[in-house]
């Protein structure tokens, strides 16, 4: 059973920085690009970032291109977030989620963690 | 980036009876080299992250019920659920993989009337 556990969502002061991580388990991680998608209270879904399953190609919404980094370890199977020079527009609950295909980034999730929430506040 | 819209915003359906969900994005999603529209399909119950029911359109994922059917080409998609049951009440999204970002649509609320 594919299980994925988000943590590291905590209150942060703008301007400052944090790390989310999604530990995977239940599948062969290194073979699947793995997404975050961002859902402020009460508002829709938003993609955030993603990175393919050997961790050399990422993307990034525009939202967040160049303030937050996506990275893997597949020696662990886990999934980071580095974020940085956070906004009260970043508050949101954190969902990481594992692509359906294991060939290449599709853009479909088949299994989604239960999320972490970053509140960004002082 | 492709803009996804959907209609309506809330739909209040009576059990049993046939609820229908629009989306439409800004630019097709119908790959012509494969003839696959990349488009897909989420339900999300309150307290739960997104459950994927549908994608390329219209093919369900395992395990969905059957009443869950997707449909349309290109810019115009639709979900329907031939027979609404209690445990259906929840947000739907549809979301683009055409392109990155890979956006979604803004949600549709559907209750019981």
């Known amino acids: 059973e594919v299980q994925l556990v988000e943590s590291g969502g905590v209150l942060v002061p703008p301007g400052g920085s944090l790390r989310l991580s999604c530990a995977a388990s239940?599948?062969?991680?290194?073979?699947?690009?793995m997404t975050w998608v961002r859902q402020a209270p009460g508002k829709g879904l938003e993609w955030v970032s993603v990175?393919?399953?050997?961790?050399?190609?990422?993307w990034y919404a525009d939202s967040v291109k160049g303030r937050f980094t996506i990275s893997r370890d597949n020696s662990k199977n886990t999934l980071f977030l580095q974020m940085s020079s956070l906004r009260a527009e970043d508050t949101a609950l954190y969902y990481c989620?594992?692509?359906?295909?294991?060939?290449?980034?599709?853009?479909?999730?088949?299994?989604w963690g239960q999320g972490t929430l970053v509140t960004v506040s002082s | 980036d492709i803009v996804m819209t959907q209609s309506p915003d809330s739909l209040a359906v009576s059990l049993g009876e046939r609820a229908t969900i629009n989306c439409k994005s800004s630019q097709s999603v119908l790959y012509s080299s494969n003839n696959k529209n990349y488009l897909a399909w989420y339900q999300q119950k309150p307290g739960q992250p997104p459950k994927l029911l549908i994608y390329w359109a219209s093919t369900r994922e395992s395990g969905v019920p059957d009443r869950f059917s997707g449909s349309g080409s290109a810019t115009d998609f639709t979900l329907t659920v031939s027979s609404l049951q209690a445990e259906d009440v929840a947000v739907y999204y549809c979301?683009?993989?055409?392109?990155?970002?890979?956006?979604f649509g803004q949600g549709t609320k559907l209750e019981i009337k």
């Open positions: 990175i393919s399953g050997s961790g050399g190609t990422t």
């Open positions: 239940g599948f062969t991680f290194s073979s699947y690009a």
């Open positions: 979301q683009q993989y055409y392109d990155t970002p890979h956006t």
């Open positions: 989620a594992k692509d359906d295909s294991s060939t290449y980034y599709l853009g479909v999730f088949d299994s």
